[in-house]
């Protein structure tokens, strides 16, 4: 008797790199499983993955690209809203207006090919309902751990922050697993009242209440508090994954192409390996704020001086185009002792690498995952979205980093206070010199990277956690088709 043919499953990343790098991750390791597996994707966005998508699919894995137009010609919209990283962050907010127009391309090609379940982010809510119009599951991406989607659903449902008599007034955000307190400051724009954002919140929460519930990019041990949380109080299932990462590099393409297929990738990834090779164990620190944040030139300046006067060697990525905040005589001084790498680096492989000790990050929820991984202590520089809330989870949960500045911090550009050298330098020092507090984050640190590696092995909770999804879409499939049940 034949084989039952395998199951088809489409996979919708939104276009922003952080969304992007880890659900075409997820879709080669379905692939890894036999699933076949194809990525919706737009034109400028193709570029971003299809060379990490072609490697798998090289390696014999079924796995490919579907490419839809995308801006239309009837939608007016301008080129250059398709990627939120391709934006000045000013103009961020232009990806909420594009997103709604590529919703007929998505319903199209769902009703066409008929796949068997569809994993779509967050963000695109109408898959659910094409979904359910072809009697298939939908399960949710979010590009974030459950820490932060429960603090932001009891943020939402009992507006602790509306309760307060200031922004800098610390309030305890109600009912979770641990007492986290948060100041208004640093909660996202949608929470402090732009009523456009809650609005279209209001719309994925309608969505997500017919999803089949979420994929998580994360591991069950660093969460299980909260994914017992969000299935109480939200009544959603979860599957646990991740750390993607981790995972997926064991999948047949090597990690230099994963979210940086140009030749300038390629060139920082040999440049910044080799300069680590030469470094010794644990000595550098990495220093990267992910895809698309960027700061001012003042905030350049200071950085640099408090990295000098840290004492330790560096690899700092800088995503801010020219130089002009270069302090004078920098580069010289630190010359042999700090690379300072331009556009795209190879993050995962850096913190893999022996020679870093630790990482400052802006908290982006692939960057902390990355971090914890990699069994590395942290300074936490949140600047904006949920990245405050993953700060808390770093800081305040897993105990494995500080703050580079104490106070308040703010989403808002215009209420950016500038962090000063010398309290960047101290936040280094606590993590990377020796002393009882940095033993202790480093010791737990290594502790949680070895609960996260073991996640994804194979008897580990995420390597199950991937085969309890796939065989909730078969279990779906047979149920609709009953004669290809065996
Ligand atoms: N990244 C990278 N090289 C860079 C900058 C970012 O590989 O120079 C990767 C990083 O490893 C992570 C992702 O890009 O997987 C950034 O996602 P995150 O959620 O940390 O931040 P975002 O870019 O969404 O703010």
């Not at 250059?80 to 909420?96: F, Q, R």
């Amino acid at each position: 008797e034949a084989p039952p043919a395998p199951l088809r499953v489409f996979f919708i990343p939104f276009f922003a790199t952080g969304h992007m790098i880890p659900l075409v991750d997820i879709a080669r390791l379905f692939a890894a499983r036999g699933v076949d597996s194809t990525v919706l994707v737009t034109p400028a966005n193709a570029a971003l993955i299809q060379a990490t998508v072609d490697a798998a699919a090289d390696s014999g894995l079924p796995i490919r690209t579907l490419i839809y137009p995308f801006p239309s010609s009837e939608s007016g919209l301008p080129p250059g809203v398709e990627n939120i990283s391709a934006l000045p962050p000013s103009e961020s907010y232009k990806i909420d207006v594009a997103t709604p127009f590529v919703r007929p391309a998505h319903d199209r090609l769902l009703r066409l090919h008929r796949p068997d379940a569809v994993v779509a982010d967050v963000h695109f809510p109408w898959t659910t309902f094409v979904a359910r119009d072809l009697g298939v599951p939908r399960f949710t991406f979010q590009a974030l751990g459950l820490f932060p989607v429960c603090m932001m659903n009891s943020l939402f449902t009992n507006l602790p922050h509306l309760a307060v008599a200031g922004d800098d007034v610390p309030f305890l955000v109600p009912n979770l697993p641990h007492p986290i307190h948060m100041v208004r400051r640093e909660l996202p724009d949608f929470l402090r009242g732009n009523t456009q954002i809650g609005a279209a919140m209001d719309d994925i929460g309608a969505a997500e209440s017919g999803s089949l519930g979420v994929v998580v990019n994360s591991f069950v041990e660093m969460e299980s508090a909260y994914a017992e949380y969000y299935y109480k109080t939200c009544n959603m299932r979860s599957w646990f994954v991740g750390p993607v990462a981790l995972a997926a590099a064991g999948q047949g393409s090597s990690l230099a192409t994963r979210g940086g297929d140009d030749p300038i990738a390629a060139a920082n990834r040999a440049r910044c390996l080799s300069w680590l090779d030469a470094k010794e164990p644990k000595s550098v620190v990495y220093v990267c704020f992910g895809s698309w944040s960027q700061f001012t030139g003042e905030q350049l300046r200071e950085m640099a001086l408090g990295l000098e006067v840290a004492g330790h060697p560096f690899l700092w990525v800088v995503r801010d185009g020219g130089d002009e905040w270069m302090p004078e005589g920098f580069e010289q001084r630190v010359e042999g002792r700090g690379l300072v790498v331009r556009g795209w680096a190879p993050q995962v492989a850096i913190l893999a690498h022996a020679a870093v000790g630790g990482f400052v990050t802006h908290c982006g929820w692939n960057s902390v995952l990355e971090g914890v991984s990699a069994g590395l202590p942290m300074v936490t520089w949140p600047l904006s979205t949920e990245q405050f809330m993953n700060e808390k989870l770093v800081v305040g949960v897993l105990r494995v980093g500080v703050r580079a500045a104490e106070g308040p911090g703010s989403t808002l550009e215009e209420e950016k206070a500038v962090v000063d050298a010398a309290e960047l330098a101290r936040a280094v020092g606590r993590v990377m010199d020796s002393g009882e507090e940095a033993e202790g984050m480093k010791r737990r640190a290594r502790e949680s990277g070895k609960t996260a590696r073991a996640a994804v092995k194979e008897g580990g909770s995420s390597h199950k956690g991937l085969s309890d999804l796939i065989e909730e879409i078969r279990a779906w499939h047979t149920f609709s088709h009953p004669s290809s049940k065996m």
